[in-house]
Each structure stands twice: as structure tokens, then as C-alpha cells.
């Protein structure tokens, strides 16, 4: 059985950093992507990051040059790392497992789920 559990939320005070972490279990991470993903209370759920099989990594505008995604195979984790912390990041944060060679940051293409880590900015 596909499981996925997330890690590391917090509090955090604006400009500091935070390392999220996505436990995977029941498969194997060279043969799916893996996203992180975001939701602000009243808002969508937007995606944020997203690694592929072979580890090939995308950000959302929003958050490039400040967020790290990273996988290890072997432990099959994938981690978030997250710096200059902001209040608009401020939300739920989810990893989610898709299937195949691709990579996207579109929640509909994603249809495993974590059950999410709250992440806080402020001071």
C-alpha cells in the first residue's frame, strides 16, 4: 500500500528556514515523481515543488531561489528545504506521489497524498 507522511512543520519566525521531509512507503521513488504541494487557509492548493524519477527538479515562480527539493533512494524520503521563510508561505504543506518518467505541479496529476504538515511564518 502507497503511503506518504510528511514532517518537520513549524513555527518560524519571517527569514528563517525550515526542512520538511516526505516519507515514502510501499513503493519505490525511482519510478515516481514526487510534489510538494501547499494550501492557505481560503486559497487552492498550489504546488510548490516537484522532483522526478530521475531527479529532475521544478519550482514554482514563487518560491524559486529560496526552496531545495531533494530525494533519497535508498532511504526513499523526499525532503523540502525551505529558506527565507515569508508569511505568505504561511499554509498546509502535502507530498504526493505520480506515477511514470514526467513531473508536474498540478494537484489533479497527483493521486497519492500525504496528510499534510503545517508550516507557520511569523513573528
Known amino acids: 500500500q502507497l503511503q506518504l507522511v510528511e514532517s518537520g512543520g513549524g513555527l518560524v519566525q519571517p527569514g528563517g528556514s525550515l526542512r520538511l521531509s516526505c516519507a515514502a512507503s510501499?513503493?519505490?521513488?525511482?519510478?515516481?515523481?514526487i510534489g510538494w504541494f501547499r494550501q492557505a487557509p481560503g486559497k487552492e492548493r498550489e504546488g510548490v515543488s516537484c522532483?522526478?524519477?530521475?531527479?529532475?527538479?521544478h519550482y514554482a515562480d514563487s518560491v524559486q531561489g529560496r526552496f531545495t527539493i531533494s530525494k533519497n533512494n535508498a532511504k526513499n524520503t523526499v525532503d523540502l528545504l525551505m529558506n527565507s521563510l515569508k508569511p505568505e508561505d504561511t499554509a498546509v504543506y502535502y507530498c504526493?506521489?505520480?506515477?511514470?518518467?514526467?513531473?508536474?505541479?498540478?494537484?489533479?496529476?497527483?493521486?497519492?497524498w500525504g496528510q499534510g504538515t503545517q508550516v507557520t511564518v511569523s513573528s
Open positions: 504526493a506521489a505520480t506515477y511514470g518518467l514526467g513531473w508536474s505541479l498540478r494537484p489533479a496529476d497527483f493521486g497519492s
Open positions: 510501499g513503493f519505490d521513488l525511482d519510478y515516481y515523481a
Open positions: 522532483i522526478s524519477s530521475v531527479g529532475n527538479r
